[in-house]
């Protein structure tokens, strides 16, 4: 029987990955590091993570598990326009665990958004970005 609730929880997973754009870090590093203009950066995990690490120019939202969270998260993006390049990214667990990023990505494409991908974090920021030295700044 836990054979087979391990597979259902990996085939949610990939399920939930199916349904969204993603970027994978390297992408979004190469993308950061290049001479384009970077998408927006939006961070929808909790304070504690932002304020101990992020990625160089992101916006804290908030965790997007919360309604405070949803509601910090339409402030910060209220005013960019609907075809914006965005990123969102939380990292503070597993991929398939995470509480903040469905939901970020759901209101954002209920506002319109067009162009939205959700950092694909497998594990956490840590051992996913930070350890691989992808772009990072300490917080205030």
């Known amino acids: 029987m836990r054979i087979v609730a391990v597979v259902f ?5 990939v399920g939930l990955a199916a349904e969204m754009p993603l970027i ?12 384009g203009t ?3 950066l939006i961070h929808v995990g909790f304070n504690v993570l932002y304020r101990s690490r992020r990625i ?4 804290y939202a ?12 339409r402030t910060a993006v209220g005013k960019f326009a609907r075809d914006k390049e965005m990123v ?3 990292g503070c667990c597993p991929w398939d665990h995470c509480p903040n990023i469905k939901p970020a990505m759901e209101l954002l494409r ?7 991908k959700a950092l694909y974090i497998p594990t956490n920021m840590v051992q996913d970005w930070f ?5 990072a700044e300490a917080g205030k």
């Open 9 to 13: 929880l990996i085939a949610l997973a």
């Open 24 to 35: 994978q870090p390297k992408e979004l590093a190469s993308e950061l590091q290049g001479k």
């Open 38 to 40: 970077p998408p927006a």
């Open 56 to 59: 160089p120019g992101s916006v």
């Open 62 to 73: 908030g965790p997007a598990s919360t309604p405070e969270g949803l509601a910090a998260l």
């Open 88 to 90: 969102v990214y939380c």
């Open 110 to 116: 209920q506002m319109g958004f067009t162009r939205v």
């Open 131 to 135: 350890d691989h030295g992808y772009p």
